[in-house]
């Protein structure tokens, strides 16, 4: 058992108003864990700041008792990042969810970290802008949640991660100093780039209490989804080829069928296709590519490199087909899923997949294996479904060995073990199947540097 921490609270209260230090059981427990509840976290208190100040008064008094912090946002990480393990102290940016400073010259707007994906996404389309960073959990993930890990989601092939999204960023470190990096400037050659190792380090440096978004213009117009199936695995790359030097897709997504039959088992939705197939894939385009995607499809349909395919004909249609693939986390959930967030590059991914399946089936053949994913960028996502008569303890351990087998295969292709879910707690262990000991001895020593009492999220990523 893990030793709690017991807070004292009454100094702590001294600058803040009553609503925003909770210690009801029900809340410790929602903001002591993240989406996958795969870890028991609970806090010893919710703190909720609503400004600078309060985050630098919060910071300071948790150093003068040492008193660990742990950064919560919309709790939809899925590798126990957000996770109070030991009672700490959580800071929830839910009161911290304004946008402001619009610049329609430079379309970059303010925003708290507590501002909802989806809420920036709107705000963006109402001035003609468009916030490109979307991914099934933007109804409720956090702009702050996003930029500590660097969210992905369905349009990195064409916009990046939310590292490109980001020209500023005010930050409170580990020692309650505030600092305002980047400051919107898109050249600046005066020597390290600090901004840039905030985004990504999962609240273990800084808390961010501010970002300058850079939004995009014009927004596309009224995207199409194609939906397509596949026979055969190694086609899926050659396809993405086939249609990325010709128009630019604005996503392109793989699913295994498995994966389909746990959506469809989980909803009334009717598959659009005659036939059921290994692989589909999910692809949006802009509407001005549209004749040019169908020639594509065509060509690729004659040449067998897909099997059939549907176009959505308006935005509710669209809509439906994206369903297919964005519910399959959700339709997951009930199996408790261990969950594996990798990327390889593009070109090694068929091998590399075949080799993984191949791994898993020999090792773990009582085990139902999902696959989905961003597979224009590399990224794919392998949940492991928990067996309904094997018990959850024995389970993760034998998916822990699995971890070990499948990471020596992400060792061996030079790929990551996290593209976009982050590290946490779920991938502490492995970390060093992507990095060298230098890089880890490294990021110990920027912990520090930022850091020094290491208060800040404690134990994830690495321990000290
Ligand atoms: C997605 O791409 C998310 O849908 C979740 O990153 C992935 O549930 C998962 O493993
Ligand atoms: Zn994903």
Redesign the pocket.
Known sequence: MSKRTVLNLKELKFHLTPDQVVTDSDLLTLYGQDWLKQWNGKAGAVVFPKSTEDVVHIVNWAKSHKISLIPSGGRTG?SGGATALKGELVVSFDKMNHLSDFNPVEQTVLVEPGVVTQTLQEFALERDCFFPVS??AEGSSQIGGNIATNAGGVHVIRYGTMRQSVLGLEVVTGEGKVLNLGRGLIKNATGYNLMNLFIGSEGTLGFITKALIKLLSPPPKDPLVFLFSVENKSHIPKLYQHFKTQIAPMAFEMFTDKALNHVMESSDAVFPLENRSPFYILMEIEESDKEKAFDLFEKALNDNLLQDGTLSQNQTQARELWKFREN??ESLSEHQPY?N?ICVRTSVMVEFLDEVEECLKKQYPEFEVIWF??IGDGNL?I?ILKPKNLEKDSFLKQCEKASAILFSLVKKYQGTISA??GIGLLKKPYLNYTRSEEEIELMKKIKRVFDPDGILNPGKIFDL
Do not use: P, Q, S, V
């Open positions: 899925l991914f099934a399959i986390t969950k967030d994913g961003h996502h949940n976009e879910h």
